[in-house]
């Protein structure tokens, strides 16, 4: 459009010169409605949003990489096999949380036999799945180990039956 406006107000032939380069006018044509299509917010479900889920599913932001966000580590979390059978020892929400080179680990306070303890989650950062999480319960007295599951409800040493405290 820009360029038509240009033409109506330049001095001379336009239409001629327009004849005379045909490759160039069709390319200012395209150029506009390619400017068109990416400036209108109408047109844009029929092709940026396209884009953004190819992006989206190309690149798996909730699972790879270093900017892994917390939101999609818990809920990893608790999709998982040993949240689920250590849930009624918990007793609070993520207190903290860190990386550690291929992990991500999420502590929890939680209650075991009576005693106070940690509950840490540990899940792999680039191979996302709720399968892959792991559990130990830490007392907070001691530093022992309590309980240790793996997940798809393999446990990762004797089978417990845990119970509230």
């Excluded at 150029?31 to 949003?49: Q, Y």
């Excluded at 884009?51 to 798996?60: D, F, K, Q, S, Y």
């Excluded at 966000?69 to 849930?87: E, F, G, K, M, N």
């Amino acid at each position: 459009m820009a360029a038509a406006g240009l033409a109506t107000v330049a001095p001379g032939a336009w239409p001629a010169a327009l004849t005379d380069r045909p490759l160039a006018g069709g390319v200012v044509l395209l150029a506009e409605a390619a400017a068109v299509v990416a400036l209108s917010p109408e047109l844009e479900a029929g092709w940026l949003l396209p884009l953004r889920r190819l992006r989206a599913r190309l690149t798996n932001p909730l699972r790879g990489g270093t900017g892994l966000p917390l939101l999609a580590t818990v809920q990893q979390v608790q999709l998982s096999d040993p949240y689920r059978r250590i849930a009624p020892l918990l007793r609070s929400d993520v207190r903290e949380h860190w990386d550690d080179g291929e992990w991500r680990f999420v502590g929890h306070a939680a209650r075991y036999q009576g005693r106070p303890a940690t509950a840490v989650f540990a899940v792999p950062l680039a191979d996302g799945g709720p399968d892959a999480v792991r559990v130990a319960v830490v007392d907070d007295a001691t530093g022992q180990t309590l309980l240790a599951l793996a997940g798809a409800g393999r446990p990762a040493g004797p089978r417990f039956d845990v119970v509230p405290a």
